[in-house]
Structures are given as C-alpha cells and as structure tokens.
C-alpha cells in the first residue's frame, strides 16, 4: 500500500511541476514547457522571488500557476501573487504563459519589449 501511494504522490507531483523539453524538440536549448506543451517565460522586471506582472499584465502573460499545497524542488519554487494566487518559479524567476503563443512549441513572446524571454533550464554546476 505504501508503495501504491508512493507512486501517486509522484505521479501528481510530475504533473503539477513544468517540463523541460529537450532541445531537440523545438530547435532551442532546454526549454521549459507547462503541462500542456506551452512554452514558459521571464519577466526582467519582476524580483527575486516576487511577480511585477499583474492585473492587465496578467491577462497577456497569464502567470504558471501552482496548485495550492505544491511543493517545490530541483530549482522550482512557489510564490505567493498580490492576488493570492500561487505562481511557479525557476531559480526564483516567476514563470509565465503568453496568450500570443498557440500552439506549443511557439515562442512568438521571446524578447517581447526586450524584457520577455523564454524560461530556459539551467544546468547544474557540480
């Protein structure tokens, strides 16, 4: 039985994190991608660790949200949004969806203003 349960909690946990996408896919380095198949982004102008992009913001760049009780690991974290919502992050860059992408596999939001960019994952120095 623990077994059976263990394997669920991971399995939802695979679900409920993003993706990365090998670079094969979509011609790019790793990519990260949301449950669907969309292409993440960044904000320049958000904080560490805190989301800038909100209200009409928010509506052409709906934010990757985390359900409630996600835990975070591998670089992922959670943040808590002005409205209450939570939000994914990656090395503390809250991650977001843009609503002019699609299809997946479209980055039409990279470089969007010189401050949007496609989230991208970063390898791990040993």
């Known amino acids: 039985m623990k077994l059976q349960l263990r394997t669920v909690a991971a399995s939802v946990a695979i679900l409920l994190a993003p993706m990365v996408v090998s ?13 669907s198949g969309m292409t993440l982004y960044t904000f320049d102008k958000d904080s560490k660790g805190q989301s800038n992009c909100n209200d009409g913001c928010a509506v052409k760049w709906p934010p990757f949200v985390a359900n409630q009780g996600a835990k975070a690991k591998s670089g992922y974290g959670v943040i808590k949004r002005d409205d209450g919502t939570q939000q994914w992050t990656y090395k503390n860059k809250p991650l977001y969806t843009w609503s002019g992408d699609i299809e997946q596999g479209d ?5 969007l203003g010189g401050v949007w960019h496609v989230a991208k994952k970063v390898a791990s120095v040993y």
Not at 107 to 111: R, V
């Open 23 to 35: 670079s094969n896919a979509f011609a790019a380095d790793d990519v990260l991608i949301d449950k």
């Open 107 to 111: 980055m039409n939001g990279d470089g």
